[in-house]
């Protein structure tokens, strides 16, 4: 598959329904502003042993800034000490003579210190390079007090005096950064916890939930600053246990079903502005994932109402995911951007994709009873009962002890996690799939933190609490060792340089879907 | 002299005289406001035959534009078919899949093919590169309305498609200049001449002085963007044959009186925003032109009111000039940047100025007793005949028969010119030296439109009339043919990359002290 062919469009027709975009519109959240201010200048020095091989020292206070000048070809780092997420703003002042040519500055905002260290021209992933967050910006008349109109996610921010004249230099002051979030900090129960690994996870999480809350749940203010369902899905999670703004996941839910294309299908992700767009790629698992979320939102809110209003797009999802099942009961493989499960280029997507479905129709069942379809609800127990002894007929390999995957039966840590979510073996079967998956570490393994949660959550429900607890210390306890503020969207301890697109520059570095260890921690209690 | 030397900042108080800077500010002219649009698409292409090397070829109507679209590396270049200052904007919108990325585009404004065809980057000049016309945007939100907020100076835009995405591709609709001038065309009477070479110059001055006719006149819409008196003056004086809008000539005069430093002295230069702020550069003969130009502008409207109100500051140049002059009756030679004359590194300063001198305490006696002080003007005149005796004999070569400069006896061209506009000299002979300097053409030479200005109507006074139109037509004549639109900062015919910047990049096209032939033409009656 061709990272051109996984972005190949498709020429769905959309069906506006105005009144679920409506009220979508009516749960807009406000957002709240708070003005952060520089900590320190700092400087990038290069060094291996550090993430990226980029290290980050401090060499003054940062109220040390408005007393220096720069001239052409001057440049420094601020750091924000923490990741921010908002619209920066400062006054240019001139020392020496009036501005007898206009002020041209560079600057590049960074999340990480290898963004403010490696220069963007150097980075030639397929992903666009506009998400690189920098402006070159021209200021005619000084003093001057420059508001940069678009949002930024960063800590680091460095500013390139790229020409002054021969006549004057130039200050820099009240730099500021009006921080927003529509999470309301005081709404989080503190956690005390016993473990300062897990305290510690628990407010990193928190923090990126929260820098990911805007006016939808984004998956990463950095990039793609868009509401996708997978994310959507564990932000909502993490957020039952934490913010408990619920009317954020409502209003999330009601924008997917308010633009579903002719045939029913929401779209794996939407754009908001300028109008509510619903994104020309569906995805079999994140398609799914709006029933599984209306799920999460009802045990969570008892919200009926929503429920019944939503349910229909809910059970249209299930429809749709049924019929790309073959005679034998299994999903239909696909060498298409199908689904996506994982960044991991060599998964067959065929045996996590039925996990994802087994999963979700145990939910539709419920759903179906709770918005009181008995008859519904049957047939879709039946359909799960089916496709259940159908998967353990197809793709349990009883020799091996491994679901297979695809023509290759292929064996994947990807496809054992979702079946284990899927609980379709007996519990004791399921925690020793999962401790003998951990055991031969099968060669296709996890790419991000988003697939990291699923393993973890499958050693919750299967009982394994002590290996969910070293898994989550050694996957985002490492991440917060490597001096995450916030957690990544990639993170691959053996390769801290990883990214499916090309280069880290472009990775997101606050990622919605790797909140979740305060869902973990505080959900099963660890 | 270092270029350093030159841009040394002196540090001068300023006394505000309010009541004059608000009858400047009630001055102030509304800016009329037309839309232009592009004319053609075109492609640059080296030629060495042509001016800077490069010769624009139209490819198709700019009608044709909005049925393309654009993908990251494609580009475009505009021709808006004539010179044009003011405020870019355009509509762009997505081609293909919504937009899953922002877009990067480069824009790069040029008066001349040149500036879109060499990148900026290679620039290397003393002043400022920030002076070349370019902008790096960034649009999250697409469909979107671009409205650049910085004024700009070009005939030319290239813009450079630097990201978009896999999925989306750009395509421009709408594109428009809202050209700003406070210049009334419609009050200038048009020259019928049977001479079509001299009705070009005609009209492309007049073309070049309305695209400097801001809020103020401005040297140069591209570079500096500013009032200086050297240009001013000759501004007011095409001026007055054109466009006669003399409340902007008033206003300009009243903001230099109205920032005189502790001596009283203007400065050479003015900064309008963030408020009238006099430049740290004073020069002899710019400070002499407050007061040549506040005589053309009494002989040009007879506003007695304004005469005697800006007459202190008038005489008081004149005083502050003739303290320069020493024991001998000569301006003193100085190593400094101490007066401008033109852009020629080898000329001695002291003949010309001399002369600028001489031609100014002419206009001075006049002022003086058109505001009734005779005495001054009697002591005016007496100063007058003293220095140009003391000229006659410390700077008169009776054997080279030129006058000499400076401690070397340098002969230039300039140091003819203003003797020859100072008028010391008996009409014969005067009109003798000026065909002896054509016809023995000595080597420090003239380098700007400014210079040769002040040479064409030194021939003129002189009598010299068909030298006079060969000079203008061998020399504005020929930049018409090269393709000026409006008429340049910068032409050596010889030379045609001439800067005394570094480079033909950052020349201004469109410059007011070259906008003098139509002043030429109507006031001499060519």
Redesign the interface.
Known sequence: MT??AK?Q?STAVIIRNEAFLEEAERLKPLLNETIARPRRLVQIEADSAAVHGYRCNPVADAAELEARSFG?GDSFILDFGDHRVGYMSFDVRTV?????????LKLTFGEMPVEVAVPFDTYDG??????LQE??I?I????HRVELP?RYSFRYVKVEI??????YKVSFHDVGCRAVTSADSGKVAPLHHADPVLEQLDRISIRTLADCMQDVFEDGPK????LWLGDLRLQALANYETFNQNDLVKRCLYLFAGVPDEQGRVSANL?I??SV?A??TYLFDYSLFFTASLYDYFAATNDRQTLRELWPTAFRQVQLALEKVDETGIVRDDESWWSFIDWQDRLNKQAPSQGVLLYTLKRAVHLAEAVGEEGTAALLSDKLNELAAATMRELWDPERRFFVSGSDRQISWAGQVWMALAEILPDADNRDLLLRLQAESPEVGMMTPYMMHHFVEALLIAGCKEEAIAQMKAYWGAMAQDGADTFWELYDPNNKSFSPYGSPLINSYCHAWSCTPTYLIRRYGL
């Open positions: 990272e051109q972005m469009a052409k020496g003579s009036p501005p007898d040519a206009p002020l041209k397929w992903i666009s390079s506009a998400w402006e070159t021209f005619d008349v000084m003093p678009r790229m020409a002054t004249s021969q006549k990039r793609d600053r868009r754009f502005q300028p767009i994104d020309d």
